[in-house]
């Protein structure tokens, strides 16, 4: 997976959740391959574990980027129902 | 109209019959012998801590005093967009300031040349577009006249003994606008002046030029204020034209605010469709007052700290903290501390988390919080932190002598994105003396950290009043050290500029201005960096997760990764987990061995500031947690 498909899976994960399983299933080919590269010895079940954890840390920071975005100022900006303030902070020119 | 609205509803829930004035209870408030007056720009968010804990103090000596949100009406009036825009003084520029003292002072330059501003700093501030200075400069003018008009009138049906005004960040000019218009009213109404914008000599300098102030008060007025406005009250002596307050020592001494007053004129303004909604948006509290950092070593930048180092008890803390999470749910607590105690979140959070508080929290940290301390804040609510980060470039730090490393506020960052708490900070640079090697070094380095959060601005030092760079201004390099020239767009010229003067410029020799190139390319990777994190979803992650067996699994998605997906196997685990400490070269060798190399060439690890250091944070799986 270059760096784009993996970022495009992140983009993925947040808008459509209901796609989990074709996500792990993604996963579970990359791991399975980079395995193999690696010498690792992994089991199914240790796989799919795997899979599935790397596919809710990336959804995990989907989500958690909407709640992180960088704003300006005393702000309430708007980002889908999503609120966000900004507190002034000290030293600022 | 909307502010007039507001206006009479503040008086008329005071009025309560034919027969006159209603002393409190069910149907009206009482009339107000001392009213508190919040001026434009107070920012609409949030109500005035200094304000009041004043009234608190007043009511517990047992006068009736009240506030006056003025600056939720006038933002009501301008409209609230446009009143935030000018809220905040801009790159040294008060334009909040200009629109009031327009109507202070005659024959006042026209403060054009306050319009611009370098929106190229902060590419995520969402209403610097062009022009927006000079258009919402003409919104507040055009309304300045009859806002006046009515908050004085407003006060003049109220006929309080007394006026305080609160002046912190642009406020000094709305203060006096209105303070000449009620005495234009009413000349029998004692007027006063105090908050951040009075402490001397500014204070001083100020009455000198403001003859509609009766008194200045400069200082932490919370224990001296409630005695003058009693001893005026009951006939005795006007208090001093200006008077200096002794700061408490005793903070648990001082009252604890009650803020229903704004809470009544905000909900009064929003039913009439006048502000947001959204507003509270925060809450203030305070545990203490100074800085402890600075009781051992100033930060020669800063210009925040002007008492000496107080804190309240662990047990006043929490007790204000649950009284105000029953009170206000939801809503965020705010401190309003320089920084945060030391060692406050193993002193009282545990406590509170027992009890199962959580709530919205933010404070200003130090940035070498451990990651323990950090984790006791996540667990107790806390999801914004101001950690006190100014650079990343270790001599400008150790100039700065702000006693937290380079690699601790970049563990800092790590940290945060981990736990998922917003980390706000402000890249400085361009201070005497720095290094064009470190600058270069901070380039290269920067597309490594494009997954953590990036500064909000970037900037040159400003000079500040009270701040050691100021004080001692020669010694640190900085030459022909004089007032910002905006205040003669706020002052008429017999002002004594330079003691009321809160930004200075100078002259200063920093090895950027022979480096234009290298200056360029800090400021687009430091640019780029921000704006990568305008959008939600986009942000670059590079994240591990654990797998069975100790092995590991890194997913990297920043522009600069060399590989998606890396796998590692337990020893290659283990050496990124030790890196989460910041390490010597020589530590690195002996204990990491062959894989620290694979993780400085996959930017896992970086060596800055003479550690080596991981930058992977924590990914978080449905079975594992954000510690």
New interface residues.
Partial sequence: ???D???GF??HM?SDPESAQQVVAEYNR??RD??RE?G?E??DA?LT??A???K???A???S??????????????K??E???????????? | MLSEEAAHAFVDERLVDDEGLCAGGQGGQAIPEVLLIVPPFL?P?SPALGAEILAAACRSQGMDCDVLYANLSFAARVGDATY??I??PR??KPLGEAVFAQEVYSGLPHPAPLFATATE??P?????EPAAGERCYDICRAQTPGFLEETAAAVADLAPKIVGFTATVQQTMASLAIAKTVKALRPEIFTMLGGDASRLPMGQALAEIAPMLDCVVAGEADLVFPHLCQDYLQGGASPPWVIECAPPTELDQVAAPDYSSYLRQLGDLQAAGGL?E?YP??LLFESSRGCWWADKSRCR??G?VHAGYRRKSGARIVAELRAAAERHPGV?L?AAD?VMPSGMPHEILPELIEDGFRHPL?W?IRPDLTPAELLLMKKAGF??V?P?I?SLCPSILTAFRKGARAHQNIALLREG?SM?L?V???F?FRIPGDDLEEYAGLVRLLPALSHL??P??F??I?LQRTSPFLEDAGRFGFHEVRPSPVYRYLYPPETRIADIALDFQGRWHSALDEAPELRADLEESLRSW?TT?????????L?K?P???G?V?V?????C?K?????G?AKYADALAYFDAPRTKRQAEEVAGAAVADLLEHGFVIDWDDRYLSLVTR??????TAA
């Fill in positions: 997976m270059s760096k498909d993996a970022l992140l983009r947040a990359l791991l980079l395995a690696k690792f992994f089991t240790e574990e795997a599935e954890a790397l809710d840390a990336s995990g920071e989907v958690d980027g909407a709640l992180t975005t960088v704003v300006g100022g005393d702000a309430v900006i980002h889908g999503d609120e966000k303030f900004f507190l002034d902070p000290p030293h600022m020119p | 920012k968010g935030r825009r809220m905040i790159h040294g700093n902060a995520n501030f969402p209403w610097d947001p959204t948006n925060h930048f800063c925040l965020l705010q320089c933010q200003a999801a914004h101001q006190g100014e994105r998922r917003d706000t900070w402000n400085l959060q990036p909000m601005t900037s040159s400003v921000m994190w305008r959008d939600p979803g986009t942000h670059p992650a994240f997760v797998l069975a067996g092995r699994v997913q990297d998605t920043r522009p990764a590989e998606a997906i890396v796998l196997d990914g978080h799986g449905r079975s594992r």
